[in-house]
T-cell receptor, first 112, second 114 residues
């Protein structure tokens, strides 16, 4: 059973702070890792993806991957109230377009 | 259109009725995925197409669920003899199908079975 774990939250941070979202996965064969943001009643929206160990930065977002620890995280700098949403971690086992395994999501609340 | 289009957005059906949900992927995307999302949960995989071929249907919860993509573009997810536990949001996603490509989601169909 391939599993992806996330703290369900809610994670509350003040506006302007760094929000840190964490995800662990069980299958060591996992190759690709994705973070999606989902507003209530809306569909998941891709934020970032990462394939290699280390950090990947895009604007206020940084994804961090540690395959040895089977851990991927998303940092949101200068958090804004508009960042309040559920963040879904998705893991793909191989490189051939197969389905993603999603975590349950972490609810983030950025307080003004 | 530029994104994945799903219809209807909302569907209410009585228990025992058949329903059909439609997905129109991003033009040129060869891979198409169906997911089921319960309230407060992450999406759960149902089935996957590459062009017209259904390569994985391991996530379909029962033989009442059937999906097709006959021409490798639009896909339909059909649920026969609906049950209350089928109530969920059904999400469709598409990708280029090459290795490591992100999936892009439609707005989903919210299905309510009375």
């Amino acid at each position: 059973q391939k599993e992806v774990e996330q703290n369900s939250g809610p994670l509350s941070v003040p506006e302007g702070a760094i929000a840190s979202l964490n995800c662990t996965y069980s299958d060591r064969g996992s190759q690709s890792f994705f973070w999606y943001r989902q507003y209530s009643g809306k569909s998941p929206e891709l934020i970032m993806f990462i394939y290699s160990n280390g950090d990947k930065e895009d604007g206020r977002f940084t994804a961090q991957l540690n395959k040895a620890s089977q851990y991927v995280s998303l940092l949101i700098r200068d958090s804004q109230p508009s960042d309040s949403a559920t963040y879904l971690c998705a893991v793909a086992l191989d490189n051939y377009g197969q389905n993603f395994v999603f975590g349950p999501g972490t609810r983030l609340s950025v307080l003004p | 259109g530029a994104g994945v289009s799903q219809s209807p957005r909302y569907k209410v059906a009585k228990r025992g009725q058949d329903v059909a949900l439609r997905c129109d992927p991003i033009s040129g995307h060869v891979s198409l995925f169906w997911y089921q999302q319960a309230l407060g949960q992450g999406p759960e995989f149902l089935t996957y197409f590459q062009n017209e071929a259904q390569l994985d249907k391991s996530g379909l919860p029962s033989d009442r669920f059937f999906a097709e993509r006959p021409e490798g573009s639009v896909s339909t997810l059909k649920i026969q003899r609906t049950q209350q536990e089928d109530s969920a949001v059904y999400l469709c996603a598409s990708s280029r199908g090459r290795s490591n490509q992100p999936q892009h989601f439609g707005d989903g169909t919210r299905l309510s079975i009375l």
